[in-house]
């Protein structure tokens, strides 16, 4: 039998399956590992905290335009290197609810910002996913497109798509939603300083929210 929390997860992810279908959406994170740094082979660890600025700066900016669902997601830093590394973190499923169709061309900018492998898109109609390559990663490779055709739907909502001809959950749990925020200049102002702000200094009082202690309770 199924638990209460089982039950609502479902539902909240029939929910995303729904906005699939009727808008375009991506997924997306800042979390890193590490970032490349000066010289060959060079690596720059990255702090959970600092992970936790970069996630709240990037929340932020797909916030002035687009929805938010902030989802418990699996990918694979690394991919189809001896390095590949399966993580599971918090991740943004961002949807283009006012149809602005401008989502892929957002998304793919903002994962060179961020330096992710790749950012995912997925049209209207929850077909032609692809992943773009935003990074110098080998996979998918630094403007190469790898494309998933269609996402499936799992027997428990889960959504899922293809990778190299085997399933690959890219959302396993519903966390919160965050609807756009059109804000006024008074409100736009600190915002913009906040997401442009140094995501190396992590400072007291900044809008940072640690969803896994926050929401533990929703993760599975």
């Known amino acids: 039998m199924k638990n209460y929390r089982q039950i ?5 992810l029939s929910r995303l399956r729904q906005h699939m279908l009727e808008h375009d959406t991506a997924m997306m994170t800042a979390f890193r590992g590490y970032i490349r740094g000066e010289g060959e082979g060079a690596k720059i660890p990255v702090t959970r905290k600092q992970n936790l600025k970069r996630n709240a700066q990037l929340k932020a900016e797909l916030n002035k335009k687009y929805n938010i669902t902030v989802v418990q997601g699996k990918y694979i830093e690394d991919y189809g290197t001896p390095e590949a590394e399966e993580k599971g ?3 943004f499923f961002v949807v283009d609810n006012e149809d602005t169709g401008n989502l892929e061309r957002d998304i793919i900018q903002l994962g060179k910002k961020w330096e992710q492998d790749s950012v995912l898109f997925v049209e209207k109609g929850a077909a032609n996913g692809r992943l773009h390559g935003t990074s110098t990663a080998e996979f998918p490779g630094f403007g190469k497109i790898f494309k998933l055709g269609h996402p499936v739907f799992g027997k428990s909502g889960e959504i899922m798509t293809r990778m190299k001809g085997r399933p690959f959950i890219f959302t396993e749990s519903v966390i919160v939603d965050h609807k756009v925020q059109h804000l006024t ?3 736009a102002w ?3 300083l906040f997401i442009n702000s140094n995501w190396q200094e992590v400072g007291d009082g900044e809008p940072i929210i ?3 202690e926050e929401y533990k309770e ?3």
Do not use: K
């Not at 609502?8 to 909240?12: A, D, K, P, Y």
């Open 190 to 192: 600190p915002r913009s």
């Open 218 to 220: 929703r993760f599975i």
């Open 8 to 12: 609502v997860n479902e539902s909240s």
């Open 185 to 187: 200049r008074m409100g």
């Open 210 to 212: 640690d969803y896994i």
């Open 89 to 91: 973190e918090v991740t």
